[in-house]
């Protein structure tokens, strides 16, 4: 029995003096990825918060529609809060208008967009907006605001929409947020 429990822990010992001479892959380069996303601010605040807090026109993007990262991530927020539903998957357009064209129904710029997804239609209409545009519209814009997290969301899935806006570059921001009363 000690023969075989001494011999059990010669092999042992023999084993990695064996796997040493096998030869060893090379090291895996490093994947690169994509650059990441800057973190939200950290006074974000509710959508319907910075709404309030904020004086109509003054409501700005911080963020580009030409940084990967944030495109990116605005298309995984408009995703996930189930954007896509009622406008498609990348903004074409369903029972809602599509994002991508020339047509912005209450205006482009960043304050009016930023209020009207989160109020939606009918609370904007109350504050005075009026449509300058139309499409084939089936519904309504539903408040978002109690639904989405934060504002930075907001501001990211915004940047996303104006990634894939398709019209003319002279429209991509709408009218200006004077010319909505």
């Known amino acids: 029995m000690a023969k075989c429990a001494l011999l059990s822990c010669f092999f042992l010992l023999a084993i990695p003096a064996l796997s040493a001479d096998e030869p060893k892959a090379p090291p895996k380069a490093p994947s690169v990825a994509p650059p990441a996303a800057p973190p939200a601010p950290a006074n974000g605040m509710k959508p319907e918060d910075r709404v309030e807090a904020t004086p109509k026109g003054q409501l700005k993007n911080p963020y580009t529609d030409d940084n990967a990262a944030i495109v990116e991530a605005g298309h995984k927020l408009y995703m996930g ?6 406008h498609g998957g990348n903004g074409g357009g369903g029972i809602c208008p599509p994002l991508i064209n020339d047509t912005w129904v209450y205006g482009g710029d960043d304050d009016t967009l930023f209020r009207l997804v989160t109020l939606g239609s009918d609370v904007l209409q109350s ?3 009026t449509r300058i545009g139309m499409e084939n519209v089936v ?3 539903p408040p978002m605001g109690p639904i989405i997290a934060a504002d930075d969301d907001l501001w990211r899935i915004l940047a996303f929409i104006r990634a894939n ?3 003319a570059p002279e429209n991509k921001f709408g009218q200006a947020p004077e010319a909505n009363p």
């Open 81 to 86: 809060y189930g954007c896509n539903g009622c």
């Open 127 to 129: 504050k005075g907006y």
């Open 165 to 167: 806006f398709r019209g």
């Open 139 to 141: 519904a309504p814009m």
